[in-house]
């Protein structure tokens, strides 16, 4: 763990990077390569402001502040809102739902609110939940059809012209290369099937505040918002700054709609941190390949056909 975790800016965020150069696909089992960074953010509205300054505690402790980890743990999937409400202690049931995101983050599985528990939870994540327990891919349902149409409907104007528009085609092509999916574009009138654009943090259909840089849907069949169709694919345009390719500060257009087109085909969150399908990203990287394990969880979806 870096060591300046305990710093909050009043603004800024101070951004450190993992580096996955020498993740392999086994990367979920060799946590020592790689090096954490933990991006701390002090914006007063932010959900989980304040995760960064809660001290290390173990079961049974209690510390007021700790409610904003149970929080985090609630909105994830982790625990249990009505069951488990926040209380601010470290009991049984939220030691056990530390061990599912440890395990699902490739951390030292404690059941304690450590520093590396910590620092992974304060890194930039994706809005969609997490999924119990996995140690690969995991799998939600697929479209009934391979041939997908998406439009866009907004874009920012972070980068320059139209380049974010063809960062997520790149991104869309990435999948169709090595799977039997087609993407085509359309007109934003025709219905498609995938709606893609950029919206303000908190938009009609989901909430974006805090670390949560972009947000998508699963197919209809299996549809967590559940607003009809198109299925969404927004980025958040209020508190984040886009790029194309990397840049100190900003996220880089197609690795964040890979990701998030993963959702969009039926893929929920990898454990793997080298995976694309993966639940966390950071600033200033590129992400832009499928990892064998994002692939093999599509083709188990999408098979070939003989
Ligand atoms: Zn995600
Ligand atoms: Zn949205």
Not at 6 to 25: K, Y
Not at 269 to 280: C, E, G, K, T
Request: net charge negative.
């Amino acid at each position: 763990m870096e060591g300046s975790l305990e710093v909050l800016e009043s603004q800024h965020s101070i951004a450190m990077f993992r580096t996955l150069d020498t993740a392999g696909p086994l990367a979920s089992s060799l946590p020592p390569t790689l090096v954490w960074g933990g991006r701390m953010n002090g914006n007063p509205g932010e959900v989980f402001h304040g995760i960064g300054s809660v001290p290390v505690l173990k079961k049974g402790d209690k510390y007021p502040y700790f409610k904003k980890v149970e929080t985090f743990l609630q909105r994830f999937g982790y625990l249990d809102r009505a069951q488990h409400p926040s209380q601010g202690v470290l009991t049984e049931e939220v030691s056990d739902a530390l061990e599912r995101y440890q395990k699902l983050h490739a951390l030292s599985v404690t059941g304690e609110f450590d520093e590396e528990t910590r620092a992974q939870m304060t890194t930039s994540r994706c809005g969609m939940a997490d999924p119990g327990s996995s140690l690969t891919y995991v799998t939600v349902c697929p479209w009934d059809r391979t041939n997908l149409t998406f439009s866009f409907t907004s874009g920012t104007s972070d980068v320059l012209g139209d380049e974010e528009f063809g960062a997520v085609r790149n991104a869309f092509e990435t999948w169709a290369l090595s799977t039997p999916l087609t993407f085509t574009e359309v007109s934003a009138g025709s219905n498609p099937d995938i709606a893609v654009g950029w919206h303000p943090t908190i938009a009609y259909d989901h909430d974006m505040t805090g670390d949560v840089v972009a947000h998508s849907d699963n197919p209809p069949d299996c549809s967590i918002l559940d607003f009809g169709p198109p299925q969404p694919l927004h980025f958040d345009n209020g508190e984040q700054y886009w790029a194309i390719g990397e840049e100190p500060g900003a996220y880089d257009v197609e690795s964040v709609a890979l990701h998030e087109i993963g959702h969009l085909i039926g893929l929920d969150h990898s454990s793997n941190p080298a995976a694309v399908m993966f639940s966390q990203l950071n600033p200033n990287s590129i992400r832009r390949s499928l990892w064998p394990d994002d692939l093999i969880g599509a083709l188990t979806l999408y098979p070939f056909q003989p």
